[in-house]
């Protein structure tokens, strides 16, 4: 009932939060962005949109974890998607630090930057083994050809959208951080989105049931995230200023989807 | 708390007993998914027969547990189990 609730509460914020940002991207002239939608308040409804995301994704991960039985393939998988998505709060708790306590602009690299790197080999891993757990479930989830069809066109998509991005990072590379960082991000999301891709083709043959509504909301909110990575890269890359606000909506779509299909998968276990 | 297995001796249409299940299997897996499972997983326990006895459903609950435990965890799959013994109980004899 409880978890019922909170799913309709967060579907209704994230909608609400998702088109504020939308509509600044597509008519940031309004003058409802002048005033009451200032700068500031539309910095605090990402950040602090964002954060509350991951925050009731973080406790709900940690309630399903000890739904399932000690030492099979899906108790570690949701534990390291757990520790993975704890991670990445962690990260979103040093950007409302910089910008709303400490009142500094975020640079980049941050120390946030360490929680998101960590939180990769986490989901990554927890992906792989979801993947493994389908397989095993003995469901008919297609035949393996398919997955590999559709994984090797995900990458070659992956390696065209990235090429603009890594190119000019190691022909003439920056600092040494920063470089590794921009070389990483895309390197990591192409893995990452490779593997949602897949789950997501397997959910599809669930459809009509609460499972698949699970797992396209979860894995949805992944594809979102490394879209948004991407734009993120190119922003950095060629100072694309004005998709500012649509790599905000992209991240905050993805951690409330992310969040959504916890609270549906609690729901289901409840 | 399990709900008890059906006994060895009972026999049912196998048809029907793969429609129920579908049935209580639908809102988790959806309606294809349901349909082709039971069936794939009647085919695996080599039921081809037009009835099935209690020995062969409880075999093929079980594999259907087994699944579901990956995505339901081993309480909820339990129970979705207890709903499929319950409604295939709950069908007639053989005709």
């Known amino acids: 009932m409880r978890a019922r609730w909170l799913g309709r509460a967060l579907s209704i914020l994230l909608a609400a939060l998702t088109l504020v940002l939308v509509v600044r991207a597509i008519a940031p002239w309004d003058p409802m962005f002048e005033s009451p939608l200032t700068p500031r308040v539309i910095l605090g409804l990402g950040t602090w949109g964002k954060f509350l995301f991951l925050l009731v994704a973080s406790v709900a991960s940690t309630l399903i974890v000890g739904k399932f039985e000690p030492r099979t393939t899906t108790r570690t998988a949701w534990l390291l998607l757990c520790a993975g998505i704890i991670a990445i709060c962690l990260g979103q708790a040093c950007f409302v630090t910089y910008q709303f306590i400490l009142n500094r602009k975020v640079v980049y690299p941050s120390l946030a930057d360490i929680f998101f790197m960590i939180s990769y080999p986490l989901v990554i891993g927890a992906l792989v083994l979801f993947l493994r757990a389908y397989k095993e479930s003995g469901f008919p989830i297609g035949p393996a050809s398919e997955r590999v069809w559709l994984a090797a066109g995900v990458a070659l998509l992956c390696a065209v959208g990235g090429y603009p991005i890594l190119k000019p990072l190691i022909v003439n590379p920056g600092a040494p951080l920063k470089t590794l960082l921009n070389v990483l991000y895309p390197i990591l999301d192409c893995i990452l989105l490779i593997l949602a891709v897949l789950l997501i083709r397997i959910s599809l043959r669930f459809r009509g049931g609460t499972i698949w509504r699970v797992w396209v909301m979860l894995l949805g909110g992944f594809v979102s995230l490394c879209a948004g990575d991407t734009l993120f890269a190119y922003y950095l890359e060629f100072d694309w200023v004005e998709v500012g606000d649509l790599i905000d909506a992209l991240f905050l779509l993805g951690y409330g989807l992310v969040a959504l299909g916890i609270v549906y998968q609690r729901e289901l276990l409840a | ?95």
């Open chain 2, 1 to 95: 708390m399990p709900g008890l297995p059906i006994a060895a001796s009972v026999r049912k249409n196998t048809s029907e007993v793969l429609e129920t299940i579908s049935r209580v299997l639908e809102p988790y897996i959806g309606k294809l998914m349901a349909r082709t499972s039971a069936a794939a997983h009647c085919n695996d326990l080599g039921i081809r027969s037009v009835t099935v006895d209690g020995l062969q459903i409880e075999a093929l609950l079980e594999k259907l547990g087994l699944a579901l435990v990956i995505f339901l965890g081993k309480d909820k799959a339990g129970t979705v189990v207890d709903d499929m013994r319950k409604a295939i109980e709950a069908l007639g004899e053989p005709r």
